[in-house]
Every structure is written in C-alpha cells, then in structure tokens.
C-alpha cells in the first residue's frame, strides 16, 4: 500500500483517520459528485434533521446514475485503504452515501452502529467517510473506540426512535454513552479528528458512531463510501433494510458471497 498517514489503531479502536491520501483533483471530484446528489435526489433521500433545524440530507446508492460518484468510488484510494485496514484481498463496493448537513443545524446524529440497518454480515468491512469542506473536531464524527467487536446494539430511526429494522427486544439497547463517559462509570473512550478536505475517516459497520449538529457558518458535505472485504456475505432480512436493495433476496441466499453487478469489485 502507499505510505498513507494513518492516526489512530483499526483492530482496537475500530476507526482511523487517514490523512492527505486524496488531492485537490479529487476533492474537487468529490465536491461535484455531493452537489450533483444534492441537486438530483433519489427517491431514496430524507432530511435527517427536524423541519424547524436547519437541513441534514442524506442519499443513498446513486453510483450508477451519477458519473462522478463512480468516477471517484473507483480511481480514489479509499478500495487500497479498506483492503490494508481489513486485511482482505478482494474489495467489493456495497453503497454510496451521502451526508450533508447546512448551517444552523442543530439536531446531533444520535449514537448507532451501521451494520444492524444492512443486509450483509461479516467482520471484514469499512466505511470511508470524506468530507468536502473543513470540519471542526466539534462537529466531526464522534466514535466508541471498540464497539466494532461488539454488541450489536437495536437501531432506531434517528427522528422519532422508532425500532423499524430488528424487532423491539431482539438486541440490547444503546446505554447511555453521553452521561456513562462524563461520569466515568466505564473505560469506553471516545476519538474524532478535526479534518480538512484531503482526509478521510475509515471505520468498521460496527463500531458505535454519532456527530454534533453543524451550528455555522461553514456546511459540511461528505461523500461516504461502504466497502465489503473478503468475508461478508449476504444477510437477507424480513424487513426493509437501510438503504434497500429489492429483489436481492431472490437472486442471492442468505450466507452467499455478494458477487452480483450491484458491488462492483474495485481490488483483487
């Protein structure tokens, strides 16, 4: 692999932060990508945030209908960086995702592990998370440093708190990590960089992440990108996962290497 600036520890912590490993020309490619989503949103897109905060958008899976988002999921480092950090051979694309949180939005994305929303199992796995614009450690991504080994937490909607996904009961619910760290009841240790476009944050499905609101004056728009490593499978749900992939059932068993045109191999 490239001589990449990598802060922090994978196998402990579950997040690293990756400095300098995309240029300008790929900031710049990114930046495109984020302002083409937001100005043609799938019918996958929600506002994350409340009516009266600001506007947090996220989109979902639009690869194959946005040039750029291609462009950069394949000619950027972040497929060599998964495959180094997992320890994989083989890089599979699973999903594009998009993040932008305007000015005056004050709503925090609440604590949650990514993986119990998917449809996909396994351990070897990462999440890029690049940002176009500077993003202060305040409003950055906030992580539970060892949580991707573990428990699976129940995911919620993030505006109402409703159990959509796994039954209510079927998986341990989210302590209170916000008052558990303050009063150091436990050793859970929280990391998060402060960034600026050029970096990139990497962290595993698992590992249990939330952020602050975006008070202003700057936005921060990121483009995230969800790699598979050589041992996830396919995991079908009898509920609709987040984001989606319909029919996917009827074409791939529950246990089955995801080798299907919708995650693109991007190495090995």
Known sequence: MRNFEIEGDWNRDGAVCVRGAFGPDLVELATAAIDANLAD????????????????????????????????????????????????????????????????????????????????DGMQNAS????????????????????????????????????????EGALEEFPDIDE????????????????EPGDAVFFHFLTVHGAAGMPGPGRRRVLSVRFLGDDMV?????????PPFEGLADELSAGAPLEHSLFPVLLG
């Not at 992580?143 to 991707?148: E, I, K």
């Not at 396919?234 to 987040?242: D, E, F, G, K, V």
Request: some cysteine; charged content about 20%; overall charge negative.
């Open 128 to 167: 890029m998370w690049l940002p176009v614009d500077p993003v202060p450690k305040a409003s950055s991504l906030e992580f539970v440093a060892g949580t991707h080994l573990g428990p699976w937490y129940l995911p919620r909607t993030f505006l109402d708190g409703v159990a959509k996904w796994f039954p």
């Open 234 to 242: 396919h995991a079908p749900r009898p509920w609709t996962t987040s």
């Open 41 to 120: 949103l799938s019918p996958l897109a929600k506002r994350a945030s409340a009516d009266t905060d600001g506007a947090f958008v996220e989109d979902f899976c639009n690869w194959q209908r946005i040039p750029e988002i291609e462009q950069l999921i394949r000619t950027s480092p972040g497929a060599e960086i998964a495959a180094h950090l997992t320890g994989s051979s083989t890089i599979r694309l699973y999903h594009d995702h998009m993040l932008t949180k305007e000015p005056g939005t004050e709503q925090r994305t609440p604590w949650h592990q990514d993986q119990p929303y998917y449809n996909v």
């Open 180 to 195: 558990a760290v303050a009063s150091a009841e436990n050793d859970w240790r929280i990391v998060s960089w402060e960034l």
